[in-house]
């Protein structure tokens, strides 16, 4: 089964600092999403990128897949306290399937 | 449009009750799904259903049994409550599955004593 791992777990940032959030995974990667849940509530759709090489931005974040599609990377420029939440990873495990699997999820801090 | 609503927003169980946890989409969207969050695990995907009348088990299917009798309506029933089943369960809908961004309910909190 597909494995998703995200690094770091957790994250301290200063608010103003760029940060990534990484998700790794032991397979090939069909459709790679980013959500953000905001602590206590449901998960709010990012972004998602399907093509090895996609970059996508919105706003101060923006998510690449990388050419080999097993990796994909989160990354906010100067954050702002409402960037706060956990950042979680979801991929399809493979093509032709209607599961979605999840990352761990990565908690966020932004200290003003 | 509410968008994707659940009830109850907290529950606390005791061992070996039953409950049903409601989901609801006004957004005639064909695939529904449940997840439970856990510490540390991320979401994992309990049931999913394509369509009215079509159910499926995903990574954690056990104790648990769902039911797609309208698109609208997607209830998740606990049949003998666990405190392993104690977590935070979110129902979630999509237009199809995956090719589109899901949409989340605000999450039930349960507690099984």
């Known amino acids: 089964s597909q494995e998703l791992e995200q690094s770091p777990q957790s994250l301290i940032v200063q608010e103003g600092k760029n940060l990534t959030i990484n998700c790794t995974s032991s397979?090939?990667?069909?459709?790679l999403y980013w959500y953000k849940q905001k602590y206590g509530e449901g998960l709010i759709f990012l972004m998602m990128l399907q093509k090895g090489g996609e970059e996508k931005s919105h706003e101060k974040i923006t998510a690449k897949l990388d050419e080999k599609k097993q990796q994909s990377s989160l990354h906010i420029t100067a954050s702002q306290p409402s960037h706060a939440g956990i950042y979680l990873c979801?991929?399809?495990?493979?093509?032709?399937?209607?599961?979605?699997?999840f990352g761990g999820g990565t908690r966020l801090m932004v200290k003003p | 449009n509410a968008g994707v609503t659940q009830t109850p927003k907290f529950q606390v169980l005791k061992t070996g009750q039953s409950m049903t946890l409601q989901c609801a989409q006004d957004?005639?969207?064909?695939?529904m799904s449940w997840y439970r969050q856990d510490p540390g695990m991320g979401l994992r995907l309990i049931h999913y259903?394509?369509?009215?009348?079509?159910?499926d088990q995903g990574e954690v299917p056990n104790g648990y049994n769902v039911s797609r009798s309208t698109t609208e309506d997607f209830p998740l029933r606990l049949l003998s409550a666990a405190p392993s089943q104690t977590s935070v369960y979110f129902c979630?809908?999509?237009?199809?599955?995956?090719?589109?961004?899901?949409?989340f309910g605000p999450g039930t909190r349960l507690t099984v004593t």
């Open positions: 397979k090939t990667l069909y459709g």
């Open positions: 259903s394509v369509g009215a009348g079509i159910t």
């Open positions: 957004m005639n969207h064909e695939y």
């Open positions: 979630a809908s999509s237009t199809r599955p995956y090719i589109y961004e899901q949409y």
């Open positions: 979801g991929a399809r495990p493979d093509n032709a399937g209607n599961m979605l699997t």
